[in-house]
């Protein structure tokens, strides 16, 4: 009589060292196939990549440089200045016979340069700021977060008008001055979540185990912070790109002769009552387009991080 015992036990062996049957997937992975499989996501994507592609092609392309004056359609703007391929305005020009194609390109990039850095000062800020105050809590807590309350209780665009009015209108100045008022909502957030994780059962271990506070922040809290940090930075740009051209749009934003769409946008709908329709319609598809994209893509982040939707 033959014991199969051993012939089972080498069939499980076998199925147990099979790597295929055991591999898993990892939550990135599988953060990653379901943002793949967000169509308007990977669509505003492209759109975006597009965007990001006319800033960097285009200059290689415009006639006109975005400081020159054609004097001849200034003499006409309504009928010289209109966009045409044969006088090498594309975009048509504005009031002061400036190519409207290559100012469009320099706006844009300055609102994406714009939303890109102050997102990323407000979630270094933001993120540090909610991470020491939600983890070491008590008095150090209390004291961080009353500043926080008193920050928000001021208005954003007044305090952004301050520090351009007094430190002056600059690229600097601008960046800085809308990094200061945009990494209190995420302190908060960040700080909700931290005071969630802290007493999580794997902090606890790597107390036990010795490990040190610094070292629990960064390798236990920060990587589980990812998520939420990612979701709320891709939202925080379009924020940030609002904010500058709502600015820009009060005249207090990037001088001259540099621009941004919120400049453009304000130019344009001062003249657009003379028939000059393009010098709004161009910048404006420009920001629609960034914003809408910037909000989708967050979205599909956020369907594709959420732990709750797995």
């Known amino acids: 009589m033959v014991d199969t015992r051993y012939d089972k036990a080498g069939e499980l062996a076998a199925e147990v060292t099979d790597y295929t049957a055991v591999r898993g997937r990892s939550l990135m992975r599988d953060a990653r196939d379901r ?79 714009v939303g890109l850095i102050g997102a990323t000062m407000a979630l270094v800020v933001g ?21 926080v309350d008193i920050l928000m209780a001021i208005p954003t665009v007044l305090v952004i008008i301050l520090i351009l009015v007094v430190a002056g209108r600059s690229f600097t100045t601008l960046f800085i001055a809308l990094g200061a008022v945009s990494w209190l909502t995420m302190a908060r957030i960040v700080r909700a979540q931290t005071l969630a994780l802290k007493n999580r059962e794997f902090v606890e271990a790597a107390r036990a185990a010795g490990v040190s506070e610094p070292a629990i922040i960064v390798r236990h809290i920060l990587p589980n912070l990812l998520g939420v940090v990612i979701v709320y930075a891709s939202l925080l740009v379009p924020d940030m790109i609002l904010a500058e051209s709502f600015i820009s749009f009060l005249g207090l934003g990037i ?6 769409l919120g400049a453009l946008i304000s ?35 956020r369907d594709a991080l959420d732990p709750k939707d797995r």
């Open 35 to 113: 943002f793949l499989a967000n169509r308007a996501a990977i669509f505003c994507i492209a759109i975006l990549a597009a965007i990001v592609l006319f800033v960097v092609v285009g200059p290689f392309f415009a006639v006109w440089d975005f400081e020159t004056i054609d004097w001849v359609a200034m003499g006409d703007v309504r009928t010289l200045g209109a966009p045409s391929v044969d006088t090498g305005h594309f975009f048509g020009t504005d009031d002061l016979g400036r190519d409207l194609f290559s100012r469009t390109i320099l706006a844009t990039s300055t609102s994406l340069i």
């Open 127 to 147: 993120t540090a700021w909610g991470v020491i105050a939600g983890y070491y809590g008590g008095r150090l807590d209390s004291i961080m977060m009353r500043i």
């Open 267 to 301: 130019e344009g709908a001062g003249t657009m009552a003379y028939g000059t329709l393009w010098q709004m319609m161009f910048p404006l598809g420009f920001f629609i387009a960034i914003i809408f994209t910037m909000f989708f893509i967050g979205d599909g982040l």
């Open 255 to 260: 001088s001259e002769p540099y621009t941004s």
